[in-house]
């Protein structure tokens, strides 16, 4: 597609609840990052795809947290059991390497109530 | 360990003013990127620039410009004459080596508001 795509742009859940973000980076983008931005806060790394290598994942704050990418496409960033804490916009990046511009697509914003 | 710091919290300016935003990053590495993004009330972050390293040239765009200067570590973005249009929260970010040779993560500063008033 023309840009990074997120969905849902608003998502809502009771704590608890286990939740599903998706990211559809650009064609041909080999690199796929997940960030996340609280409130007021700046952007912390959760997770970065490179091709088939397998994912750092040194930036996820907890086991409740995962991420998978499909064909070297769609992403997947799962939180379970969702804590109020992760209240958050989770914001997908693309990029042709990672030393490139990243196009960032325009987040998936989470209210855990 | 890398780091950025954007010390400037907001910015408030009137119209047609200049100003600079501030960026101070640390690395061990030699070899590293820097960038500078603009987050409009949309929420989506704008890449703005990347430069490398290695090139300290000063660059201009149109009424932005960036002063890269590696003997004190920084990266500041000036707009000139500034507009409305240019309120925004900018960061700053470092892309630096990993230990498997390539780059990964953008380690970004906490970023700044700036605020243009008509």
């Known amino acids: 597609g023309a840009g990074v795509s997120q969905s849902p742009s608003n998502k809502v859940t009771e704590k608890g609840k286990d939740v599903e973000l998706r990211c559809d980076p650009i064609?041909?983008?080999?690199?796929l990052y997940w960030y996340r931005q609280s409130l007021g806060q700046g952007l912390e790394f959760l997770i970065y795809?490179?091709?088939?290598?397998?994912?750092?994942k040194s930036g996820l704050p907890s086991d409740r947290f995962s991420a998978e990418r499909t064909g070297g496409s769609v992403s997947t960033l799962t939180i379970q059991r969702t804590q109020q804490e992760d209240s958050a916009v989770y914001l997908c990046?693309?990029?042709?390497?990672?030393?490139?511009?990243?196009?960032f697509g325009s987040g998936t914003r989470l209210t855990v109530v | 360990a890398q780091k950025v710091t954007q010390a400037q919290t907001e910015i408030s300016v009137v119209e047609k003013e200049d100003v600079t935003l501030d960026c101070v990053y640390e690395t061990r590495d030699t070899t590293y990127y820097l960038f500078w993004y603009k987050q409009p009330p949309s929420g989506e972050l704008v890449f703005l620039i990347r430069r490398n390293s290695f090139d300290e040239q000063n660059e201009i765009s149109g009424r932005y410009s960036w002063n890269f200067q590696k003997s004190t570590s920084s990266f500041n973005f000036t707009i000139t004459a500034s507009q409305v249009v240019d309120s925004a929260v900018y960061f700053c970010?470092?892309?630096?080596?990993?230990?498997?040779?390539?780059?990964?993560?953008?380690?970004f500063g906490a970023g700044t508001r700036l605020a243009v008033h008509p």
């Open positions: 990046a693309s990029s042709h390497g990672s030393s490139y511009g990243y196009t």
């Open positions: 064609s041909g983008h080999t690199a």
């Open positions: 970010a470092l892309s630096a080596p990993t230990s498997a040779g390539g780059y990964n993560k953008l380690i």
């Open positions: 795809f490179q091709g088939n290598s397998a994912p750092d």
